[in-house]
């Protein structure tokens, strides 16, 4: 069974770096199949794709954070790790991280962690 744990900071402070990682298990963060995504939800509002790193190491970003945006990976750990650089008003939220894979065309997110909220401190 994969499983996928966020973890990071709960808070951060304007114009800092967030970074969170995400630790998976029962499942290689190298096989080609699959593909790590980070993706988030700000309160009151939808899912927002942020960006993914793909089994042979390749990254993608949303173009809207393209800019601010890194995922890396830690093949020995299992980990898959964001940073958010800039942080502004418009980033709290709860990170997920999540497993995709296309299936029939389509783009399916099978597993996902529980989730890490991010607040902005003062």
């Known amino acids: 069974q994969v499983q996928l744990q966020e973890s990071g900071p709960g808070l951060v402070k304007p114009s800092q770096t967030l970074s969170l990682t995400c630790t998976v298990s029962?499942?290689?963060?190298?096989?080609?199949?699959?593909?790590w995504n980070w993706i988030r939800q700000p309160p009151g509002k939808g899912l927002e794709w942020m960006g993914v790193i793909a089994g042979d190491g390749s990254t993608y970003f949303s173009p809207s954070l393209k800019s601010r945006t890194s995922i890396s990976r830690d093949t020995s750990k299992s980990q898959v790790s964001l940073r958010l650089t800039s942080v502004t008003p418009d980033d709290p939220a709860v990170y997920y991280c999540?497993?995709?894979?296309?299936?029939?065309?389509?783009?399916?997110?099978?597993?996902w962690g529980q989730g890490t909220r991010v607040t902005l401190s003062s």
């Open positions: 029962g499942g290689s963060i190298t096989d080609s199949y699959y593909a």
């Open positions: 999540a497993r995709g894979e296309v299936l029939d065309g389509s783009t399916c997110f099978a597993y």
